[in-house]
């Protein structure tokens, strides 16, 4: 399975990004739980949020009620919203089935920054 995402940028801190991650090579998107994850530079990359196969969603805590990670599976597409994004949220974004990883793809850039 290939995973590409996209939808990152440069946004002010309290702005916003819609992140979104779809798949070139499965039939069996529906089935996976999938995640959302982020690395930075020198650091380990960490969950953000994933959702069930079922629609249902988790988030770190760190997300605080400021994301929202939803799935089309008619489109084959994850999602990610993030709102009131902070300084610290700058990192490579990247989306993955959870729990069973596939190959990383080439994430997303976000930087947030004044």
């Known amino acids: 399975v290939q995973f590409v995402e996209s939808g990152g940028g440069l946004v002010q801190p309290g702005g916003s990004l819609r992140l979104s991650c779809t798949t070139r090579?499965?039939?069996?998107?529906?089935?996976?739980?999938l995640g959302w994850y982020r690395q930075t530079s020198g650091t380990q990359r960490e969950m953000v949020a994933f959702?069930?196969?079922?629609?249902?969603?988790n988030y770190a805590d760190f997300v605080n009620g400021r994301f929202t990670i939803s799935r089309d599976n008619a489109r084959d597409t994850l999602y990610l919203q993030m709102n009131s994004l902070k300084v610290e949220d700058t990192a490579v974004y990247y989306c993955?089935?959870?729990?069973?990883?596939?190959?990383w793809g080439q994430g997303t850039q976000v930087t947030v920054s004044s």
């Open positions: 993955n089935r959870y729990g069973r990883e596939e190959p």
């Open positions: 959702i069930t196969s079922g629609g249902s969603p």
């Open positions: 090579s499965s039939s069996r998107f529906p089935m996976y739980h």
